[in-house]
C-alpha cells in the first residue's frame, strides 16, 4: 500500500493488508493521533487497508 503522511508530504509503502490501528503504530503515531483516509472516506482504527490501496495519515491538531 501507499501512503502519504500529511503535513509532511512524506511517501510510505508497505506491502500486505493490514489494519489502520497496526498501520499507525508501525508508523509511531499513538491512537486517537491521526487520521487515516482512504480517497474521501475516514477509516476507523479497526479496518483492513488492502495492499494495493492508496491512504492518507492526518496527524489530528487541536488547539485551546
Known sequence: MRITILPEK???ELSGR???GDILT???FL???AM???GDEL???GEM???D??????????GG
Open 53 to 62: 490501496d492508496e491512504i492518507e495519515v492526518r496527524s489530528v491538531i487541536s
Open 18 to 20: 493490514r489494519r489502520v
Open 26 to 28: 508501525e508508523l509511531g
Open 31 to 33: 491512537p486517537g493521533t
Open 49 to 51: 487497508v488492502e495492499a
Open 43 to 45: 477509516i476507523p482504527e
Open 10 to 12: 512524506k511517501l510510505v
Open 36 to 38: 487515516v483516509i482512504r
